[in-house]
């Protein structure tokens, strides 16, 4: 599988953007599909992920219900809506993809890791 991430940019705090991530191959919706995220200096952390059963888990200390994580099998695709940005959520934006994964936090869970989108919120 490769995973094409998309739709980073510069935007100022309290604006939104939806990013994509469009995955290869025939086999997309057996895929559980996870978000990171990772700062300058900091660790890579976990965002959101959505399971092949479109089981949904968010992490409960990074987006405190500000990004919402979706699916689209036919495009092969998986978005993270996110609105209310701080400057505080500066950072590259990975997805990840495990197969036959119902969506967990870790990162050792996923096997194949887009290129990264950057995002950029000024204050």
């Known amino acids: 599988v490769q995973l094409q991430a998309s739709g980073g940019g510069l935007v100022q705090a309290g604006d939104s953007l939806r990013l994509s991530c469009a995955a290869s191959?025939?086999?997309?919706?057996?895929?559980?599909m996870g978000w990171f995220r990772q700062a300058p200096g900091k660790e890579r952390e976990f965002i959101a992920a959505?399971?092949?059963?479109?089981?949904?888990?968010y992490s409960p200390h990074s987006v405190e219900g500000r990004f919402t994580i979706s699916r689209d099998n036919a495009k092969n695709t998986v978005y993270l809506q996110m609105n209310s940005l701080r400057p505080e959520d500066t950072a590259v934006y990975y997805c990840?993809?495990?197969?036959?994964?119902?969506?967990?936090?870790?990162?050792?869970?996923?096997?194949?890791w887009g290129q990264g989108t950057q995002v950029t919120v000024s204050s």
């Open positions: 990840a993809a495990a197969y036959g994964s119902q969506g967990y936090p870790e990162i050792k869970a996923y096997d194949y």
């Open positions: 191959g025939r086999t997309f919706s057996s895929y559980g």
């Open positions: 959505i399971g092949w059963n479109d089981r949904i888990t």
